[in-house]
Every structure is written in structure tokens, then in C-alpha cells.
């Protein structure tokens, strides 16, 4: 049963006329109310005839008071529905109270807003060209340096954005040409060989981020890397992409010169099947991006790898036993990121010890999809054969993110997903787990449940999971992880029943309860941490609102063609990287 408005202080109670109401009912005054009635009026009127008129505000009066007899006043010759009504003092007395008291408000109103309307006016004849040059002009120098540097962010990343700020306006020039940062990405995809030189000079001497697309470079009468060369000292990462064969006609030799890189702390290779990245001399180098090849041996200080096995033929055969040596050549490696595109096939694996063994790898991330791949006929490995070979006792964080294309059983989902998890002899201190099972058009069904087996993760500290499918925890011995914290965004299809048996599992562990940090669900529109009568959460459950990233964030196309040196971009969540997976292809029959 719905509830009875709220009356205001102006309300008030007044006999009903004959034949309107029960006998004995009082009629319920509000001006307020009389004022939204006309207001949903003139609202209905407005998006219909798109246009205010006097005569269209009298008409919705006119109907209103026709529609309530109650309303009578509201028309402009409103007449009495009978003589005794006409001389009824009391009647007349009320209705003038009623037309004054909303009259009271309406011209507070119009005051209020009268008063609102001349002081914008007043604004906006003050917000001219000249007057926000003013505004401007009175920022102190520091803090104008401090706009324009945010503007040309992010700063590794080749763009024209520190020649468009300096050509602002004279003061913004003078200002831009003092930060040298804004200048020292360089790319042949977006600089000429004059621009490439003015990146230089006004760079001083900093450290310069280079990148060189053969692609693009014919567009240019002279190679952009032509200028950057002799000042390869000062690079601090260097990715190119494409090259051409050396026996190439249009092949340029300059990208093939043996570079001496002292500073070169990231290296970026795309397709580089005669691996000229050998040749060059880079001592301090830390961190390498491969994609669309195997890299072959060339530095045992790399920390940080990241590898996208994407070919462009889905036919095409991967060495994977190229890849397991080059591992096996990066012994400090901390951080591996490692992206499978639909259909990854390899060669058959002839090593007879196929383990790979990274001593000091603490983070491993992977992007994969969940597709045909287990059911293809061959004897390849799959990406899940491949991730079970690694082990690495000193791995703390994995990051998993599943993209669900096809329309597949819960079950087999579920096993895909959990073959993913590293075996506990392999990673026996994993305490971090972060999921991301995104599915397309509901791939399981409405009523398909995602099982996630967490026993193989008996250390599991940190739980982040983001998924549009049900999902449920399950433990063979219904034991739950020593949790410290939890995370659940944009849980869609999770309920109030997961957060119930969440809740009645960790409490299973006094200990354990007591050592919870905090539950989180941000974004999960079916859970009701606080309304539900099953939750005692003590507190350590909470709801947020998900916050949405900024548009200008939202549309940035993070591309490996550019010279992003890292697909998992630090203010993104996993599931919008899985955006970026293209389907699997389609095999015509």
C-alpha cells in the first residue's frame, strides 16, 4: 500500500462540499502538492508542444481545476457548482487562504529566482575572453607548470601534445620551453625529422623515451631516427616495431645499427624475427615488452617481462620451447605478464624437462580466453599446459583475466578457469589472487554457476574477483581461506545468499575472523550488506558505489602499436583489458 504524501506546515484541513468525499472526510490541502500538480502538467505539456505561453499555462490550470473540483480556484473563471457554495463564507474563506497561501510561495519563488537570474547575468557579462586572460594571468608560474606538465601526460608516451600547449599562447610557450620532461617522447609515428630535432633541443639533456615504427617512416623525406641516433646515450626506453627484412628494398639500415643504449632501462620489440635487438649494448636494462614473436636469449638482468603471443595466422605454430629457454635465461625476473589471443597453438614441446624455474618471480598476470582451444584436434600445448610448467616459489600475486566468448557449460568454464590456478607445489606462498571471468551474452546461462576452486591456493590472503557470471567459492572440505581482505566489483549476478555464506564460513575461523581486515562489495547491485537480516558483519563488510573512470580515461586506446610498454595499464581494472581480446576466428566448416 503506498503511503500518503507529506504535508507542509501549510497544509491544512477544510469540510468536504456536498457530494465530494464521504460523509464526515476532510478534504486535505497542500500548496505544495497544487504546485507539483501543475508543475507534472506544464512538464507532460512541455515535452509535448516543446513551448511555454501564457495561454498554455492557463489551459493547464483550466484543466486541472475541470479534473479536481477541489481546484475549482485554479481557473481563471472558476464558477461555484451550486448556489450554496457561491455564498458559503467559509467555502470563499478557504479558497482565498488556499490561492494566498500558494500565491506566498510562488513569489518567493519568483523572487528567489529573480534574484538568481541578475546575479548570472551580472557572471556572465564578467566571463569575457579578456577576463579569463586575467584569471589566467594570475597564476604564479610554478602552478601554470604544474597544468601544462598534467596536460602532456602521460610523459614516456610519444604525442604532439607539448607542441599544441606551447602554442597557447606566449606566456604558456615561455612556460613549456622551462620543462624539459614535455619533451622527451619521440615517436616516427608522430614526429618528422625538424620535430624529432626540437624534441631534442628542448629536452636539454633529461633522458628520452624513442620509438620507431618503419611503417610510418616512409610518410618522412628524412627518418626521425636519424636525429635521435646520435644521442642514443640518453634513451631510457627504445621500442620499434615491424622492421622490414634486411633484403628489403625499402628496408632502413639506421634501424639496424648497433646501438649503444647505457641508460636503456625498457626495451619494446614487435615482430622482430632477425632479433636485432641483440646487437645493442644496454647494461641497465630492466624491463622488456615482446609481442608477435619469440625472443631469443640476450640479457639475464631482465625483471620485468611482458609477452603478448598474438600472430596475426591463426595457423601459425608458437615455439614454445623458444620461449621456455628464453625464461630460463632471465633468472632475476620479478613481474611476468603474459597475454594469450584465441587459439593459441604451439609446437610440440621436445624438451625433456619442460619446468621452468623463476627463483624470484613474485607477480605473474595473465589475459587469456576461454575458448575451443582444449577440444581442438592436435597435440599442441595449451596456454593452461603452458602455465603449469612454470614454478615459482616465490610467487605472492597472480592476476588472472578470463574472456568467455563461446557458449559453454558451467562446468567446463569452471575447469577452465581453475586450471589456471597455479598447483601449490609450484607456488606454495601465493597469498594475492585477483580474477576477472567476463562472459559475452551471458556464455553460461542465466542459471550457469561459475565454480572457483580456491584449495589449491591455501595461503590466499587478498581475494579481488570482477565477473558478470554467478560464481560461487567452493572448498572440497568447505574450509575458507585465512582471508585479510576482499574484493567484489561489478559482481552483477552476485546475491545476498553469496555474502550469507561468506559471512557463516570465515566465522568457522574465530581466529580467523578476528584477523579480517575488510569484505568490499563496490558495484554488485543484488547485495545488501546492511538490509539483509542473515548478515552480521560486524562491520567488516561494506558497499561502495563503483566509481566509473574519468571519459577522458575511458576512451584512451592503449594500442601495443604505440609505445605503451605495459598492456595492464595501473588505473584499469583487469576485465576492461579483457575488452581489448579480440573473439576467436571463425573456422568455416
Not at 504535508?7 to 497542500?30: C, L
Amino acid at each position: 500500500m503506498d503511503s500518503e504524501p507529506e504535508t507542509t506546515d501549510y497544509a491544512f484541513e477544510v469540510p468536504s462540499r456536498p457530494g465530494h468525499g464521504s460523509p464526515g472526510d476532510n478534504i486535505k490541502f497542500d500548496p505544495l502538492l497544487i504546485l507539483e500538480h501543475c508543475v507534472g502538467s506544464l512538464r507532460k505539456a512541455y515535452i509535448k508542444k516543446k513551448i511555454y505561453s501564457k495561454e498554455t499555462v492557463m489551459n493547464i490550470m483550466c484543466s486541472i481545476a475541470e479534473s479536481n473540483p477541489e481546484y475549482s480556484f485554479l481557473h481563471a473563471k472558476s464558477e461555484s457548482s451550486s448556489a450554496d457554495e457561491a455564498w458559503n463564507p467559509q467555502r470563499i474563506s478557504v479558497t482565498l487562504v488556499i490561492m494566498e497561501k500558494t500565491k506566498f510561495l510562488l513569489d518567493n519563488l519568483s523572487s528567489s529566482l529573480s534574484e538568481n537570474i541578475a546575479r548570472t547575468k551580472h557572471r556572465a557579462k564578467r566571463i569575457t575572453p579578456d577576463f579569463l586572460g586575467r584569471g589566467l594571468a594570475s597564476l604564479p608560474d610554478d602552478i601554470l607548470a604544474i597544468i601544462i606538465k598534467l596536460a602532456a601526460e602521460p610523459l614516456e608516451r610519444p604525442s604532439m601534445r607539448a607542441q599544441e600547449l606551447a602554442g597557447v599562447s606566449r606566456r604558456f610557450r615561455a612556460v613549456a620551453l622551462r620543462l624539459p620532461r614535455i619533451w622527451c617522447a619521440v615517436s616516427s609515428g608522430t614526429h618528422n625529422f625538424e620535430n624529432a630535432a626540437l624534441c631534442l633541443e628542448r629536452s636539454k639533456n633529461m633522458g628520452l623515451h624513442v620509438s620507431s615504427r618503419e611503417a610510418y617512416e616512409h610518410l618522412h623525406t628524412r627518418n626521425p631516427l636519424e636525429a635521435l641516433i646520435p644521442f642514443a646515450s640518453r634513451w631510457l626506453s627504445f621500442s620499434y616495431s615491424r622492421y622490414r627484412s634486411s633484403m628489403h628494398p625499402l628496408a632502413n639500415t639506421k634501424n639496424r645499427t648497433p646501438l649503444q643504449l647505457p641508460l636503456l632501462e625498457h626495451l619494446g620489440v614487435t615482430a622482430d624475427n632477425e632479433h636485432i635487438y641483440k646487437e645493442y649494448f644496454m647494461p641497465n636494462l630492466r624491463s622488456a615488452t615482446f609481442r608477435n614473436m619469440i625472443p631469443e636469449p640476450f640479457s639475464e638482468n631482465l625483471t620485468h617481462l611482458a609477452m603478448a603471443f598474438d600472430l596475426p595466422d591463426h595457423s601459425d605454430f608458437w615455439d614454445i620451447d623458444g620461449f621456455r629457454r628464453f625464461l630460463h635465461s632471465t633468472p632475476l625476473l620479478e613481474e611476468l605478464r603474459l597475454r594469450f589471443e584465441p587459439q593459441f597453438q604451439t609446437f610440440i614441446c621436445d624438451l625433456p624437462e619442460p619446468e621452468v624455474l623463476l627463483p624470484c618471480l613474485k607477480t605473474l598476470s595473465v589475459i587469456t580466453v576461454c575458448d575451443d582451444e582444449e577440444d581442438s584436434e592436435g597435440e599442441w600445448e595449451t596456454a593452461t599446459d603452458f602455465l603449469t610448467s612454470i614454478r615459482a616459489p616465490k610467487l605472492t600475486h597472480l592476476l588472472l583475466g578470463i574472456k568467455v566468448f563461446i557458449k559453454r557449460s558451467s562446468e567446463w568454464v569452471s575447469e577452465f578457469v581453475n586450471n589456471l590456478l597455479p598447483l601449490p607445489s609450484n607456488s606454495p606462498v601465493l597469498g594475492f589472487l585477483d580474477i576477472a571471468v567476463m562472459g559475452v551474452d551471458r556464455p553460461c546461462g542465466d542459471e550457469d554457476t561459475i565454480h572457483i576452486r580456491y584449495d589449491g591456493v591455501p595461503r590466499l590472503t587478498h581475494l579481488k574477483l570482477e565477473t558478470n557470471l554467478k560464481v560461487v567459492l567452493v572448498h572440497p572440505e568447505d574450509r575458507f581461506f585465512p582471508l585479510r581482505r576482499a574484493e567484489f566489483i561489478r559482481c552483477t549476478n552476485i546475491k545476498n545468499d553469496f555474502v550469507a555464506t561468506l559471512v557463516r564460513g570465515l566465522r568457522l575461523d574465530p581466529v580467523g575472523w578476528k584477523s579480517l581486515e575488510g569484505v568490499t562489495f563496490r558495484g554488485c547491485p543484488y547485495v545488501d550488506v546492511n538490509g539483509n537480516s542473515k548478515i552480521e558483519p560486524e562491520g567488516k563488510f561494506v558497499y561502495e558505489q563503483y566509481r566509473h573512470p574519468h571519459t577522458a580515461d575511458a576512451e584512451v586506446k592503449f594500442d601495443w602499436n604505440d609505445d605503451e610498454d605495459d598492456f595492464y595499464p595501473s588505473s584499469r581494472t583487469i576485465a576492461s583489458l579483457l575488452k581489448r581480446l579480440c573473439p576467436p576466428p571463425i573456422v568455416w566448416d
